[in-house]
């Protein structure tokens, strides 16, 4: 164990410190040592009295190292409880001689070894050892040579030991263990120490939660235990009466030390003295309270320790402990203590023992709850007693009252007054001022007067908040009701508390209310002035509770004067306070309406509107004063020279956001707001009481001043805006009974309509927006429309008006405040309102629309500038939110008013919204719209299958996922209470088309344009719901008609010019300034074509979307040829706009429904007559209107065939190209713009765009041939068969007008009754291209009119050729076949104009594009041909010719040429390549390719190569020199080329043609070969020495070279002319090669050799040996090594 290993290292220690001089005590301790080891705990050693005997042994040697070390040993021994209780005489004998010793260690190791005796079980149980103990301590605390330390240990061991002994008093006599009772402590404030105090009455309620009586029954008995804490209580009170205590043994003790003992005994063991008799009679009744009586004597002689402080204070605290915690049974001794209290407190003493008094007055009673409850029950409340609680409350009050006597001295009340409120700033940062912490000085004395009142008055407050709390406690208790339920003034109070309360107010309240008001009034701490408010308002509240009501007025009417400060006029002159940097003072004007908010009266407002929210239900009259206050508040509030005190007393130029006052206005006006808002909670007599008195302050505002100006109007508007915004905020937040309060409301609202001044007509105006706005949005309003929409339309109609709905009653005021005879500004107001509630809450309307659409109808009828928006703003809230929920016998009103306010003529704007409204309508209408219930409503017969389907099926445009959607959305859109079952929506269809058909006519374009756009877009959007009936009435009432209308206004409409000006804006600077206006619309005319475009557009998307369902309308067919005459008319007559309008019309129809099969053939032909006749008749192409025209017809056109073509037969197809031609005739006439800049007209791109359409389909294949002649009389050669057969025109069957085609039920009626067959196309075509072919003549020879022509025409036939080429490759065989030939020469005439044009593009594409088709399998022969063998023969044989006729032409007329041409080095350099490609093609694409061509065209293009070559030989020498350098080289390449058509090379490259072509090129060849060496011989000697130009020296070069490498084919040699012997030598030879062509030229080969070129000389070396190679004269192996 621990204890045994720490004494035997102590009894080790003390054999060692032993061993010298006390070797008894030595040899004791390691006897003991031995001893210990044989004890196993704490319980053998208290058996073992040897181990305790060695202890007291080293304590008796009086060694202190010995007595210190025993004594530790023997604290440890105690506190293990290893001592027995024997030893405890000894023990005590041995600390009283230690106590005697001089060394401080064992004096205080004396005093902890006497504690611990205390607190082990140890503890003195005898009168001997119990007086023997404490007498050790007391002698200690009194020796005078004791140390501080000492002395200090010995008080609280004393003090402890005292606590302990009452605890073991208590223990043994079965009494409470706790310490009950009330140290007088301190708070930060009266409010905290009065709730300290209700958690100090723990042993009422100990006693209570035992049933044991306040006053227990007493007992005469006491034990031993009780017996010892009865001496020593005894003999402490000697001591404390300056006498000696003889139990205790002492003869003297300090009598502040004895006092300060029984204070603490009295207060903290309350138990003993109520329970046992002896206590209380023997000690405390005759003892202490007589001590106390003589202690409290003001008479004795003042001198000693009796007069101080300190003693004073024990005294007096320990007074209130009896009076506190021992009245009940001390009731005299109290009355007593309580009169000489009062007594001391009034007499002239010294102020420290006034302050103690006051002290222990407000700590000891005033704040305590329970103790002033048990005082005023057990001596005011008893007859035969005094006054004791009102005789307190009195004195406190004089000595608060001594602050006027003060004042006489006007320095030494400002330092009261200051002293004063900073002790309460003290206070409430929880320092205690105390007269302890004073030193001596000058204030001392300011202090003390000030501390002594700040004690009197915290006493009046804790009366105050006693009052507060025991009023609680009976709310709590139930004898009165708490302030939230307590309605009424009930008939008489009978509950003991309750009682109390009242007695206990009514003898103190008109003292404490002088006291706290002078406090209030006089001083300007903010602590104090929290304090005092608060008690203000405890009182208030406590009065209120109980019903007093003078004293509630009299504290409520004290309060609000401390609330609003409103200068007088001195101190209105006096508050001019000029700002260090001003110059002047300001006005007085601007200084007269200066209200400062000081901090009291913010704290006095708060308070204000504390008691207000705590006793809303039973202020009743009273809240007159407080609404007039808060209306005071409101003024100041929103003054803009208001401030608080702060901001008045900074730099008045600081801006007033950098000052710190709006934070309290800020919270005064939520308080505001928040009293107000809690009116929800009050009971329903309290509001009324509320608006009753706020009606009342409003009606005496009015009425104060009836003529008021200035400053006075300011605070009655102010005043009366007050009242309303408050009536509002009651009404707001007492929705729940609206009923109960909403004629007040209205009718005090309607009486401010009245009253002349616009601005409270103004707040009535607001006021009654937000009244009617919160009711219908209140959550009571929805619960009470649940049961009145079970009431029908006609059933509310014919109710009586007690019986109607609310909503009748929330919207009424509003109908009649228009109705009522009241200016533009109220109108106004009530349509605002609405448009709010609209806004809101439409859709929770049901009972009132019939009068708000009268009301809105009235609106715009009467057409008042300032009204219509008002009025329009409410009906576009109704048609965009509101359709749903409106009554469906409201429906077509609702539609009327829409289309009043778009026919009125004030706001233009307003008339363009209102249409898009009428749309929504449509749209809402349209949602439950279903094809069978239209067909009901036109009494039409329909089958079972739904119409919907049928049109679905027809436009294909609406899916089963849409159908779907549409019919989620209406199901979901329409409830039972709304829906429009049994309801004609046709009906309210007609009404909506009526309304728009009827403004499509207005004056107005951008009225009538919109109507339109409505109009058609309607019925797009929603036509697939419309039945087949309906649309026959709509078409015939409304479409057509508009359009006729339409058409007729803008025919007659003016086409003057409006000069650039527009309806008047306004004017400036005295002129009218009118809106600019574009030239497009600058006259009526324009405006109205541009609403007939709109129509035409609005009628094609009915088309576009419904064509095909509307062809099975009965009357379709007549509405479609009066829809096509009127296009016809727009094309031909109409403006630009209009026309392609129109035509835009009729491309719709066409693009939208020809590639899915709804277009009929009849309704295509008749679209290509009307675009047909249009070209014809239209006029030329000057303008630029009448391009744009044509171009959209074109396009029509080619959109038509594009989309129909496999619908068209031959003679739609040649009509087609026969109007095609018309355009392209018509646009070959230039324009003067065209002309000069050389640039495509708009129609020839726009032809050139959609001739590559116009390929023939599979079955009009045979139609490729009438297409490409079409485009080929375009090219070159043909201008002349034109203009010679333009008189034959007439002739060529060209129907100039419409034919007639039976379509459906119904015939178009043509102005013409012939109609084109495929034989007048055949008779036309053949005049229009001359009746033959076109003479294969140069452009040259054209007459000079032509060429202008075709000159002009060349870059549209730029443009031609490559559509030409391109529609011709993809032309079947057979039509390819056909006009090959012409495709061909047509190419030819192209390529032939670049003698007069080589800068032109023209022969460029031309020779490309004839490469192109030369370059390909055309060229070779097709077999599987479906033709005729002599027809394809034939047009081969024209073929070939034609080919060889451009071959002619082009290379011997246009290549190799010195054409004038003064292009750039790059532009001939790229000519030459044309050259060169047109070259390679003849050669390697038909000369050297397996082609059918004819020997004779063989021979032909071989010539046309020689003729070619033979250009540089022809020419003399002196011209040599002067040709250009390309044309010697095309000779050459030429000659090359046929050197290439000769060679052999080998076997597998030699096929028949080739060899044909080579049998025929080789003679030629020859011969040109000797005359090109012949003439070289003869020009060389011609010139003798002189050089031979290089020309021609390069061209025999090349011919040797050539010659030289050339290799013939045998059977080519068989042609040759040489002689017999030798062409059968070539024959029979195995080789097939030779060069036999050597031996016809070797004669002039021979006269070469003597020529004077080396080069020369050295080929025709060469050539002589090939030569002899050839005759096999070569030379011998042999010979040649």
Known sequence: MALMAVLESDLRALSAEARRRYPAVKDAAEHAILKLRSLSGPGEIADNEDIVRIFLMACDAKSVKLSVLGLACLQKLISHD????????????????????????????TLQTILLIFQSRLHPDNEDNMAQALGICLRLLENSRSSDSVRNTAAATFRQA??????????????????????????????????????????????????????????????????????????LTALAAGGSAMWLRVHSLQRIFALDILEFVLSHYVAIFQTLLSYEQQVLRHQICSLLMTSLRTNVEREGESEEPTFRRLVLRSVAHIIKLYSTSLVTESEVFLNMLVKVACLDLPLWHQILVLEVLRQGFCVEVQTLRLLFKNFDMDPKNTNVVENIVKALARVVSTIQLVYVVPESSEESLAAVAGMFNSKAKGVEWSMDNDASNAAVVV????????????GLLGVVFAVATLTDEAADVGEIDSPKNNIGMPSKF?????????????????????????????????????????????????????????????FLASLCKFTINIPTEGEKKSSVVLSPGSKKAESLADQRDIVVLTPKNVQALRTLFNVAHRLHDVLGPSWVLVLETLAALDRVIHSPHASTQEVSVSVSRLPRETSGQYSDFNILSSLNSQLFESSALMHVSAVNSILSALRQLSIQCISGYPSGMGQALNQQIGSVAFCVESITSVLVNNLHRVHHIWDGVVGHLLELFKNQNQQIRNLALDALDQSICAVLGSDQFQSSKASE???TATEVNNSVDKDRPFEHEALSPLITLY?????????????????????????KLQFCWSGILDML?????????????????????????????????????????????????TEINISLTAIGLLWTATDFIAKGLSPASSEETTNKIVNDKSEADKISRHTGTFSTSENEQIESISNSFHNPRHSLKGFDRNKLLFSVFSILQKLGSDERPEVRNSAVRTLFQTLGIHGQKISESMWNYCLWTYVLPLLECVSHLAATSSSDEWQGKGKELGTRRGKTVHMLIHHSRDTAQKQWDETLVLVLGGITRLLRSFFPFLQSLNKFSAGWELLLRFIEDSILNGSKEVAVAAISCLQTVVSSHCSKGNLALPYIKSILDVYELALERSPDCRTNSAVKVKQEILHGLGDLYVQAKSMFDTDMYLKLLLTIHLAIKCSMIPRDADSEVGILSPIQRTILEILPLLRPPEHLSAEWFALLQLLLCYLLGSEVSMHQKKDEEPNTGISSRRGSAAMGSFTFAGVSNTETTKETWIKSSSNVFGGSEPPSIPTSEATPDETSVCNWNHLFMEKLIPVIIELFLAAPSTEKCNIFPKIIKGLGRCMNTRRDSPKGSLWRLAVESFNRIINGDLMEADNNIKLDSHIYRHSRARLWKEVADVYDLFLVGSCGRALSSNGAAESLEADEVIEMNVLNVLADMILKGQIDAPVEILHRLVSTLDRCASRTGSLPLESLGQMPSHCSRFSLSCLQMMFSLCSFRFEDDWPPERATISSVSIDILMKRCEIILQQFLSDENDLGENALPAVRTNETFCVLQELARMVIHSDTASVLNIPAHLKEKIENSEIRSCHAHLLVLFPSICELVVSRESRIRELVQVLLRLVAEELGLQKSTHADS
């Open 82 to 109: 290893a001592v027995a209780s024997s030893a405890l005489k000894d023990i005590l004998s041995t600390l009283k001689d230690h106590s005697e010793m001089a060394d401080d260690s064992v004096q205080l190791k």
């Open 162 to 235: 005292v606590a302990l002994i009452f605890d073991n008093v208590n223990h043994a006599e079965w009494l409470p263990a706790g310490k009950y009772g009330s140290q007088l402590s301190r708070a930060n404030s009266v409010t905290n120490s009065v709730t300290h105090s209700i958690s100090e009455s723990d042993f009422v309620r100990w006693l209570e939660t035992r049933n044991i009586a306040v006053q227990p029954n007493k007992r005469d008995f006491l034990s031993k235990t009780g017996k010892l804490g009865l001496f020593l209580l005894e003999d």
């Open 447 to 458: 202090a003390s007067e000030a501390h002594a009142i700040t004690l009197a008055v915290e």
């Open 494 to 554: 009978t509950g003991e508390t309750v009682v109390l309360c009242l007695s206990l107010i009514d003898s103190t309240w008109l003292t404490i209310l002088d006291a706290l008001s002078l406090i209030l009034t006089r001083s300007q701490g903010e602590a104090v002035i929290i304090e005092v408010l608060k008690g203000y308002q405890a009182f208030t509240q406590a009065c209120g509770v109980l019903h007093v009501i003078e004293p509630l007025n009299s």
């Open 789 to 791: 929409l079970e009431l």
């Open 819 to 843: 109705n009522s005879s009241q200016g533009l500004d109220v109108q106004a107001g009530a349509l605002k309102i609405l448009l709010h509630v609209l806004e809101r809450y439409a859709d």
């Open 857 to 905: 109808r009235s609106v715009a009828d009467a057409s008042e500038r300032d009204l219509i928006p008002l009025g329009f703003q409410n009906i576009r809230v109704i048609m965009n939110d509101a359709l749903s929920t409106i009554p469906v016998q409201c429906l077509d009103v609702c539609i009327e008013v829409t289309g009043a306010y778009a026919a009125q003529k």
